[in-house]
């Protein structure tokens, strides 16, 4: 399964190196983007990293010293995950590493005792709850076109995952608007001002807490981009070519929707995950189950 | 010593001791029996552990006419009793359950009693008994020991409630030896009587307080068990019907029979295992059962009565693998696990919360045995070890914070991180232990979706898994939420907690992690002996995984290091307000003048998971579900 | 058993531009309580007509409010004309006339802006501004003022419109008039909009009615009041529909706004077809010695500027009865039961001005 | 153009009678307000709308006297009258919302309780 | 290199203005003006923001909340005030419930006038704080390497 | 189908130019009537306080002794009022704002004004 023994570490040190870079290139080429959309210049590129050396510059003003701990642990999980999704590691394993690291930034939230941090960390869970079935699915449907959880595997795979999950990949689509924090799906914090929360779960973060979140949104990116490449791995220049596609396409939606609400994410969410992605895994499992053998 | 003097020891000495309890009427007294015999346990079921872990299944024969003799006069006596309690309260449901049940026990007597043969192994045991007695003997013998503080706290705070704590240790220690009884017995007419006589304590034990409520919810809770109790006297009728020599009382032999004989008994006991699992349309004792002292739950109502349930499960899976039967069983705990997970979040009294999740693995258990492939019987043995252990560790947290703070409610443990830090240490790793990687639950959540996968209809469960597992994952990081919130201005509350009850609790969070860092041991030692038994190949988990989960276990424990080393000490500002003044941290002057206090609850949403909305169909569903079954199990008699 | 979160709304809240501060009481998300405390922009400056001479006060009146400051302006004005019978040139009463007008299309487009972002619909916000800064170049052009135009004085105005401005400002009204209908489509048919307006905050026709809604408030809930309809300066030589609406929700208000654009566009093009050449302005002289109760209509609905004067250069008494004052019970009912993400839709739906509110 | 308005003097005892004949003859409330027209004597001028005809009720009161509150008709003259509470001092009671002097909190309490002459500062 | 001036985050209260101000603040995010261009983010959040922008005066009841914003804001911080209201109070100045600009209450480091102050107004006003801004994290960072100072006596 | 209103608008304005105006490396948008600052001609200032007297917020101040005119730019609400009624015209309306300060002050004006020899109105003008 391993070939060399060395190559999952390089990937995860490349990773844990690049995902930051590549991460805020992202977040800038999105500004860019958005300004324009909404015939404005914008910010520069870089701008988000500007950001960032901003935020390590300031003071760090908490509520609480426990912010630290979850903020850090937040980072640390994030980049976990995706190294050990970028090493070829376990698609599940890399999901629940994942999930703790989000537990940790609504635990953050939770800390410091404040309304908006409080409602921002509840919605924050809804927004888990709504999109964890359908990444889970994602990995089933993965493991049942390749039969194997692992990254590695999946990506050496000459199979086009994407055609046999198009559901699955809809489903994903969600997902990845909300972890983006997109409109019409941007409920616990959001890019913009301007929101009934304030910041949400990032309200009572200052300085470099909050750079570090950042960071580790960056880390996210690329990590939830390199879950669009699986779908599209048996071709990588299509997976490219659509992970650019994925994000325009984000970037239009969030400039085309206004923000539902929680129940309308977490109903619209369940209800992809419970139609598209039940019905693509089950069309899927009963080809696998009851055609092939 | 041989081992089945061991297991007869674990037994009878439980026994023993609670007849000294009976009697002992000083508290300190009390306190070193209960020590002493607790401490005697344990070690014996480690023991047990070091004796027999590499010896697979053994069977012992007891020589037991008059074993059965004395159950039979017991059983009749607890019906009697039952029956004068039914009229005297008016529960006329439990008088006819009563009635009926001890009309089959007397007929079967009468009718078969001459002519079932003495059967050659009453008593057997194997690695999955060890792996249940190791829960009873350890995690039992620790909530006794727990009890002592509790229940003398308990008394203080309710001078109302008759003080009867030498009954309560009493039938708290016959309890444990029923269990021990419940697990080594192979005879189906002896697990039936300790299955009786748990059904029994727990009774008891529920109406400890004697309340209406108490009362009440004892008499559901007896009412349901007593249902599946006479599923079960039917399933003994049915075995022997086909074999009046009742030789297929044996556990092991009904087993290995095949599915054209094994398959009704089968059903009829894997209902009374959902009845002892409270699973769906049964689940409402088991939050009712929520009256009793905490440590009556945390032993009784998540890490050992209930078990039993899904213990006979388990043990029948080898049958139900692959059948229909099996599946609907299979689906009830799915249905159960997904609505009862999801319940959970429109719960605020934490020990309710408990019992959802409580019966929501339950359900998982279930559903896991139900399909009953050799990879899921392995998820579920390690799910019940990692449940018993964090989810008893979590009821004697709550009790502790419920004394300090005089509440069971979740929104009154907010900022418990400041007012009892090692307790919410505690209550956080137990809840870890729950919900989060790379703790016990969620790497059997992991296996359950590699071994479903591969199971026939496993999609199914994937997806009652991944819905359920979110839901799983909102109500506890709530919680943990709540009791990590830093409200200013708090005093501490911990100082007056007794050691005995640190020693326990210290004790239990260590198991949380120290179970899942050496989780490998255990599977491989004893888990994966048993399967490989039963069905001839095993599961393993990956290396390269285990070594990623070692890892960030050790990441988690070395992060709140990290806090040690803060270069400068931030700069501390109250929380964003709006602009608001903050006195005291938490009042502001709001609208109209009035000085409010902050307050912060966690979400229910109620509409969308409270009982009243997901109650109803999942009992319909379940009812149904069990309904097929029965009726498929009707077409196999007929 | 409530299990109760609460939320101090403001005062600084970036979805309030202008600072109230509500309590509110949740549940979940649904508010159960919503208490409003105002007064953080209370200056006080009704008093100052003790000190300033009513010709100056003008500015003051016009200092209500940036967003309507001219029409602050000229119902003083006109108030004051009242008062003392000062008969102003037609031309003044159209050129007033257009630029509240103007006033409305730029509030209008920035309440549609505000609204959006309110619901997290940042493009369309910005949209709405990107139209709106058209409007405010038409001001700067024929005032020298982006939001504080100071046109308005007693007597007539102080500042004309050269008529080939006039044509020119009608030309390229009818190219504001596309893209507003471009953005407005979005605000009206869009289904996440909708989700997020429809049936939110209603508010019955009685209620509305009773509880002293005005302007787009009631009439969204169907009540048709449109104080334009009195006939004050051109608009008794104007064609005024008034657009209503009867379901009462944020959707029914936004329904209001945006139709209000296009009759705010067409009555700027009738004036300026209509409009007469002469003299802009009276000469005033003496000074007021009457009350009068002044209403004029503003974006917001229904505006009273109660005017006293006792012979002198200084008035005895200036109120000024904004449209948001009186929407503020109305509001209160509506917030009663919505959810928490509704607050700033509903509080916008009223479209508040608090500055004008408090004084 | 003139809009039509009318101001009709009445007592502070037929207040309550006058306004729920206001509400019964379907008239919506345009606002209250005061004026200081002597020392320690205002002027309270109710204003209802019905078809833009404004109808004007005015009561002259001291700053003693308690005037009634008329949110049991209207339920949202409670802004009014908490105004003329803080603002002027006038007294009302029975207001269905009271603030009890914190709707408009002011750095001197009543302003409007004082004339000011061009110059002085209050 | 400094990246404080190349990512002012700003936090806007009105204090007591009449939104004349307030508009031109928010005109300015918009796209005509587009302040975005200098990595300008209104976060709306005093905790993330470096620019305090204020419109309006000081009165009675909002110089708290005021002075709590500006509390809570995390150093190196500017205070812009925006307007003659917020400078000196403006017209209302002689209000009763005005108590002066906004230098009443916390200090203010650049005044940008106007009458509504011009979005092109505010935006000079915020490069000019920028330079600001830059001294004062200069004087942060000596600070904290010469002695442990209590936190938050920039004043 | 209302989902995605927006989206030929959103699409429309990424493919054409923005509109922002780049202030500061374009000039600010101005027209001839923009209020920018007063300034004021002291060669035909006759001191006569009317301006003063007509500023709705106070922000000039004479004085005829030192001959000086001076406003103050932090209080002035470029009204106009002044310009307007000056009777010699020597105020007037520049287009240019008033750069922002990071102290107040006010910018004074000298007074060159000199009366032409008209002996009668001396007196009356110093009142
Ligand atoms: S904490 Fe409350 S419920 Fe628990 S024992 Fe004490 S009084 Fe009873
Ligand atoms: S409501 Fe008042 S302050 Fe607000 S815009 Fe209208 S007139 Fe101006
Ligand atoms: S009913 Fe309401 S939520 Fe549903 S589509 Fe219509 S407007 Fe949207
Ligand atoms: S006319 Fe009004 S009330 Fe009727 S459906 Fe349309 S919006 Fe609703
Ligand atoms: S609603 Fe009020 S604060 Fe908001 S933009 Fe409009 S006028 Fe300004
Ligand atoms: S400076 Fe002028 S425009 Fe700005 S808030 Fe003050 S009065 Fe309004
Ligand atoms: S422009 Fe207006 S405020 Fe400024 S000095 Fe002249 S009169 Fe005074
Ligand atoms: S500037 Fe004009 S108005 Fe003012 S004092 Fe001089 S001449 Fe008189």
Redesign the pocket.
Known sequence: MIPEPWAPVVNAVIYLLLAPVVGGLIAGIDRKVTARMQGRVGPPLLQPFYDVGKLFEKENLVVTTTQNFYVLSYLVFMAVSGALFFSGGDMLLVIFAFTLSHIFLVLGAYASYSPYSHVGAERELIQIIAYEPMIIMTAVGMYMVTTSFYVGTIVQSAIPIVLYLPGVFIGYLIVLTIKLRKSPFDLSTSHHAHQELVKGVTTDFAGPNLAKLEIAHWYEYVFLLGVVYLFFAWNPLLAIAAIIIAYFLEILIDNTTSRVKWQMTLRSAWLVAGTLGIINLGVLYYLRMVVVP | MQIVQLLIYLILFPLIAAVFLLFAKKSVERSWIVKISALAIGVVSLYLLVAGFDKGLITYTISGRIFDLAMLVIELVIAVYLLWLGLRHRKYSVVILVLIQAALLLWFEATYGHTIVELPNNLFFDQFSIIMALIIGIIGSLICVYALGYMETYHEHHKDIADRRGMFFFWMFVFLSAMFGLVFSNNLMWILFFWEITTFCSFILIGYSQTAEATNNAFLALAMNMLGGVAFVAALIYITTIDPSGRLLDLGALINSGYAVAIVPAVLICFAGLTKAAQMPFSSWLVGAMVAPTPVSALLHSSTMVKAGVYIIVRFAPVLTGTTEGMMIAMVGGVTFLLTSCMAISQSNAKKVLAYSTIANLGLVVACAGVGTYNLMWVAILLIIFHAIAKSLLFLCVGTVEHRIGSRDIEDMGGLIERMPKLAIMMFIGMAGMFLAPFGMIISKWAAIEAFIQAPFGLIFIIILAFGGSATLFFWSKWMGKIISVMRHQENLESSIKSEKWTVLWILTGLVVVVALIFPLISSALIEPFIMQIYGHTTRLAEANITIMLLMMGLLIIMPFSMLFQSKTPKMAPPYMGGMTTEGGMRYTGSAGVSRNLVLSNYYLRNYFGEERLFMPGTLACWGLILIAFIMVVGVVL | MTKQIIVPFGPQHPVLPEPIHLDLVLEDERVVDAIPSIGYIHRGFEKLVEKREFTEYVYIAERTCGICSFIHGATYCQGIEQIMNIEVPERADYLRTIWSEYSRLHSHLLWLGCFADSFGFENLFMAAWRIRERILDVFEQTTGGRVIQGSCKIGGVRRDIANDKLTGMSRDLDSIQKEIEELTTVFLNDDTVRHRTRNIGVLSRDDAYHLGAVGPTARGSGVAIDLRKTGYGAYDRLNVPVITDSCGDCYSRCYVRCKELFTSIDLIQQAITEIPDGPIDVKVTGSPNGEYFMRAEQPRGELVHYLKGNGTKFLVRSRIRTPTLTNIPPLVKMLQGCELADVPVIVLSIDPCISCTER | MKQEQSIIPIDVGQLIGSVEQCRNEGYRLAQIGCTKVGDNSFEVNYSFDKDYVLRNLRITVTAETEVPSITGMYWGAFVYENEMHDLFGIQVKGINIDFKGTFIQTAIKYPFGVTVTKGEKP | MTYLAKSPWIVHYDGSSCNGCDIEVLAALTPIYDVERFGIVNTGNPKHADIFLVTGSVNEKNREIVKNTYDQMPEPKVVVAIGICAATGGIFRECYNVMGGIDKVIPVDVYVPGCAARPESIIDGVVQALGILEAKRKAMNENAGAAAKPAGDAR | MGFFEMTKTALKTVLSRPVTILYPYQPAKKTSLTRGHVV?DGS?????????KKCPSQA?L?NKEAKT?QIDRFRCVVCNS?VD????R??SMDTQYTAPASVQGVEVFTITYVKPPKPEKKEETKE
């Open positions: 004021q035909k200032c006759i001191s006569c306080s009317i301006c003063v000039i004479l005119w002044c009624t000056c009777p010699t020597c105020l």
